[in-house]
């Protein structure tokens, strides 16, 4: 067996392990900070495409019990709708991607994000769990920044990227595929454009398992 192969099966053995020990302690308080912070990639990203296409944003609101909204009127309704779900994917595929990259250092792009969501914060959400939470969380991915090593920042940064991929299928499974009497972006959608908020779900969850496929082929590829 040759180098190569031994750390392709490391890779997937590391990448089953991971999903296997984040599927176990999906609903403990582990990973709730991680689940808060991919609802405030899943509005930020309904901010930025309504920014992006004429529209302004007014707030932006989290939920404790992992929901969220974004107040961003103006823009192009169909894109800013659907930004959201694709947007924490999208969001998820650039980490993952960031912490692979040898050129990039991921301490930097922690500290970045950190930053980010300081800022965010500061500017646009609003409630006191919103605003503690983002204080919080951009203050903790500083500290991991400045004092943590690349590898664990590395790691960190993996992390992130995985579990924003992840939740956005499941996000999409649960609000829209197995709830659709939820007023969702993808029912807010069917209402826009006259097809089932269901059908947009299923299209959603398709590109992200095919994104999320995309991915980990890449990545085991680089492995």
Not at 212 to 219: D, G, I, K, T, V
Request: include cysteine; glycine fraction near 10%; hydrophobic fraction near 55%.
């Amino acid at each position: 067996m040759n180098q190569q192969t031994k750390r392709r099966l490391a890779f997937v053995a590391g990448f089953v392990f991971y999903f296997a020990a984040l599927w176990t302690v999906w609903d403990t308080a582990f990973i709730y900070p991680l689940k808060i912070f991919v609802v405030l990639l899943h509005e930020i990203s309904h901010a930025a495409v309504a920014v992006a296409t004429g529209g302004t944003i007014e707030q932006i609101v989290l939920d404790p019990n992992q929901g969220g909204a974004c107040y961003c009127p103006g823009g192009n309704a169909f894109l800013t709708l659907s930004a959201g779900y694709l947007g924490s994917l999208a969001w998820g595929g650039l980490m993952v991607t960031a912490s692979q990259s040898s050129r990039i250092s991921t301490r930097w792009v922690i500290g970045a994000i950190g930053v980010f969501v300081i800022g965010l914060t500061i500017a646009y959400v609003r409630g006191p769990f919103g605003i503690g939470f983002g204080m919080a969380f951009g203050s903790a991915l500083l500290l991991s920044a400045r004092k943590l090593a690349q590898v664990w920042n590395q790691r960190l940064l993996l992390v992130l990227g995985l579990t924003s991929c992840l939740y956005a299928i499941l996000d999409i499974k649960s609000d829209v595929l197995d709830r659709p009497e939820l007023r969702s972006d993808a029912a807010m959608l069917g209402e826009l454009t006259g097809i089932h908020g269901v059908v947009w779900g299923f299209v959603w969850i398709t590109i992200a398992v095919l994104v999320s496929a995309w991915l980990f082929h890449r990545a085991y590829k680089k492995a």
